[in-house]
């Protein structure tokens, strides 16, 4: 009996990707997964709206445009190796590394075409989001082309870890190892990643030289906007990692989505009321920002293995962490714009070990393999995996990032120039120039050094239309022609006088009982016994003129004889 097309599809199926751990996805679960990637993507938007609000105005559009950058040539090397690094299935694979699926393109004969495309776009919006982590450490003096090459391949330090954690050939998956969302993949990677790279650039120009407090934020309403979609972003990020919602699944998306929310919470008091009591009542925008999302990165890791008071708790600590770090990397000299290594690296690594504590067996999913944390009588053992995870994860992300940097820097300087920083990357990487904010001084300031600076003179000013300014020049310039002819006119033409001419205002004034010069009102008989002087213009522009009054002057009349005149007082 023939096969049908179903059948041969099935039986297609190769011996060593058969459908497990994360390809055990089913339809609702594959619908539910790309709902929440596309949710997530939102939350690169977030990213870039809080980096952008934490660093100076004249450098907002390229931190945009890096987690642009980061989007689309961080997405294309995992679809290039880093899916196949990560997750990748073959005879070479080992607890090292994934080998397999390179290039991912999943024919319809592939009995896992659909889990496998669903599971890479998913994975995909993890990946991207590391690298816009550290993009935000070195943000304000990063070289630009540096950059797009870091966002390529800095897809290494990512995937190669992620799948010690999550992959089926990983070594710290095999020990049991346990991370749901992401606390040690994407966030202690991440975290590391940024720090390495702010030690390695340096501070900004005249980042300490009036102490380590931090500097003004450029742009505090697109931070919290950012903040606020992150949020949006984060319930995809931790209910999506349930992988479905079939069975028992989508209790335990609920759970984390709930416990998620939580974890907020409690980071979102605890960083109030620290701002407050560090202000002696003022109220820190960076603080409590950076508390909320540190809680966030906290619970991340176990998001649906905790109950809401200790999702509060673990929330709270890793607000505490970060609230209480941020200033202390900052006496050690290492500049972070947006507290990247704070936020996600110390407390990612406190996700980690929470799960430790506090982690509760899932029944009946096999999320942590039948074991519980130490507060829950789960004994050490966990906590002990959870502590060699953190530590494998930081070490690798500062090694390699410091090597991928070093190599980088060989091709392309990694540091912006000093002349190109004080101006600012929007204008010199992107030809984007501010008004307003300083830009025109510092060309000022430069242009006696002799520096190149003649391609970003001649950028116009956001927010302006060079075509009509041109317009209102040529319109200022017919105006003042016009106003010396009328002067010539005057001169050679004595009869024509001026309103302020005595004898004209002396014919009006008798019906009025004061007059009005400029903003003021003057009784007509006092104004009589004084000798006014002050200057005129016409309203069509040129330069003002004297004028003398011995009595009263009506100045609609004034007007009448003269329709650009105009007291300036």
């Given at each position: ?219 505090p309403v697109n931070a919290c906007m950012g903040l ?297 008989n006092n104004t009589q016994a004084l000798g006014l ?12 003129q004297p004028y003398t009054i011995a009595g009263p ?17």
């Amino acid at each position: 009996m023939d096969l049908t097309t179903t059948d041969k599809i099935l039986a297609n199926t190769t011996a060593n990707e058969t459908i497990s751990g994360f390809f055990d996805v089913g339809e609702s679960d594959g619908a539910f997964l790309m709902i929440c990637a596309f949710l997530f993507v939102t939350r690169q938007t977030g990213l870039a709206l809080l980096q952008s609000g934490f660093v100076d105005q004249k450098n907002e559009v390229d931190v945009m445009i890096r987690n642009i950058v980061d989007k689309f040539l961080g997405g294309f090397s995992y679809w290039l190796f880093g899916f196949a690094f990560m997750l990748g299935k073959s005879k070479l694979q080992n607890p090292f590394i994934g080998l397999g699926r390179f290039a991912v393109d999943v024919s319809v004969q592939d009995s896992l075409m659909g889990q496998v495309l669903v599971v890479f776009l998913f994975e995909l919006t993890f990946s991207t989001i590391v690298t816009s982590i550290v993009g935000g450490a070195i943000a304000e003096r990063c070289n630009f082309k540096a950059y797009c090459l870091f966002s390529f391949l800095n897809t290494i330090v990512y995937c190669i870890p992620a799948g010690w954690v999550w992959g089926e050939h990983g070594f710290l998956n095999k020990l049991g190892v346990v991370d749901i969302a992401g606390s040690g993949p994407v966030h202690v990677i991440g975290g590391s990643s940024a720090f390495a790279s702010a030690v390695m650039l340096g501070p900004r120009l005249g980042r300490y030289a009036h102490g380590t407090d931090p500097l003004p934020m450029g742009n505090p309403v697109n931070a919290c906007m950012g903040l606020f979609v992150l949020w949006w972003g984060w319930l995809a990020f931790n209910s999506g990692s349930t992988y479905g919602v079939s069975g028992f699944k989508w209790i335990y998306a609920a759970r984390a989505a709930v416990m998620t929310m939580m974890g907020s919470f409690g980071g979102g008091s605890f960083s109030i009321a620290y701002s407050m009591i560090r202000n002696k009542g003022g109220m820190d925008i960076v603080d409590l920002i950076n508390g909320i999302l540190a809680s966030l990165v906290s619970v991340t890791a176990g998001c649906f293995l905790y109950h809401a008071w200790e999702a509060i708790l673990i929330g709270a600590i890793g607000s505490a962490l970060c609230c209480l770090s941020m200033p202390l990397f900052d006496k050690m000299g290492v500049d972070d714009p947006v507290g990247a290594s704070a936020v996600h690296g110390v407390a990612g690594v406190w996700g980690v070990l929470a799960v430790g504590f506090f982690a509760d067996n899932p029944i009946p999913l096999g999320t942590t393999n039948g074991r519980s944390g130490l507060f829950r009588g789960g004994g050490w053992y966990l906590i002990g995996v959870q502590s060699l995870s953190a530590l494998c994860l930081m070490c690798w992300a500062i090694c390699v990032t410091f090597a991928l940097l070093w190599i980088i820097n060989k091709i392309v300087p990694i540091r912006m120039d000093p002349n190109e920083e004080l101006l600012g990357a929007d204008l010199m990487e992107h030809r984007i120039r501010h008004s307003q904010i300083g830009i025109s001084r510092a060309l000022s300031a430069l242009a006696p050094l002799k520096v190149d600076l003649d391609d970003v003179q001649k950028a116009p000013p956001i927010g302006r239309n060079p075509g009509h300014e041109q317009c209102i020049d040529e319109i200022r310039a017919a105006s003042q022609k016009l106003y010396e002819w009328r002067s010539f006119m005057e001169k050679v033409s004595p009869q024509k006088k001026l309103a302020t001419d005595v004898a004209a205002t002396e014919n009006i004034a008798g019906n009025r009982d004061s007059f009005k010069l400029g903003n003021k009102k003057r009784n007509k008989n006092n104004t009589q016994a004084l000798g006014l002087s002050g200057r005129y213009k016409n309203t069509i522009g040129g330069p003002t003129q004297p004028y003398t009054i011995a009595g009263p002057i009506d100045e609609n009349q004034a007007q009448k004889n003269d329709p650009n005149f105009a007291w300036i007082d």
